[in-house]
Structures are given as structure tokens and as C-alpha cells.
């Protein structure tokens, strides 16, 4: 995000997770995330990372591109998860990149049974 390759397209059940400056805060994004992490200290791989590349011909607006992280999260079983969705433009097309948690509220590990079925989803 510093270099302006990024910039913060959603989130979910997060704090603002910008600073009075209007910069990524880093810590606010980790408070949002600490009473997952606290409720479960079993799982040892907690924090999700996607990044969902549409096809360089598909011209996506802003909306489009919430409409579908949102879509893939809750097909994934994530829906109910604090996440951060970035949209990305360090190459030739913007993609996503979307940091969530693989635990719930209650300490339970997410399934991630879909992981390796996830292209079907776009």
C-alpha cells in the first residue's frame, strides 16, 4: 500500500483499519483479529490468505470486485469472518488479496475442504 499498488477495497467485522492519517493500521487490523486468534491456540496455520486473479479481459468495477470477494468468501465458509479485501494493481491486471482467519468466534477450526476446489467459485 505504501508504494500505491494497493489500496483497501472492503472489510468485514473489523475495526477501521485506517489510521488518522488515512494509512493501513497494521495493529487495529490485528486487534480485530486477536480474540479469534485467543480463542483457539491448537490451530497452528490461523491466518487465511487468498488472492483471486479475474482474467485480464474481465473489466471490473470497485462494486463488482466487493460483490465477488464476498461471494467467494461465504462460499468458502468464511462469511461470518473478520476479513480485509485488497485490491491489488502491482502487475498488468488488479487482482485480490483477502486476509481472514481459519478459526471462528467460538475457537473452531474453519474447514477448509474447499481450498484446493475454490477456482469453480469465479
Known sequence: MDKDEAEILYWQKMLE??????RLDIDACM?????????NRRTSNTVSHVSLNPSPEDKLTDEQ???VAREYMERMGYG??????FKHKDISREHLHIVS???????HKISDSYDLSCPAVL
Not at 483499519?17 to 488515512?22: A, I, Q, T, V
Not at 486487534?31 to 480463542?39: D, H, I, K, N, V
Open 17 to 22: 483499519p485506517y489510521d488518522k492519517r488515512g
Open 65 to 67: 470486485l466487493r460483490e
Open 31 to 39: 486487534e480485530s483479529f486477536r480474540p479469534y486468534l485467543e480463542a
Open 80 to 85: 461470518n469472518q473478520p476479513y480485509i479485501v
Open 101 to 107: 482467519l481459519r478459526v471462528d468466534e467460538n475457537g
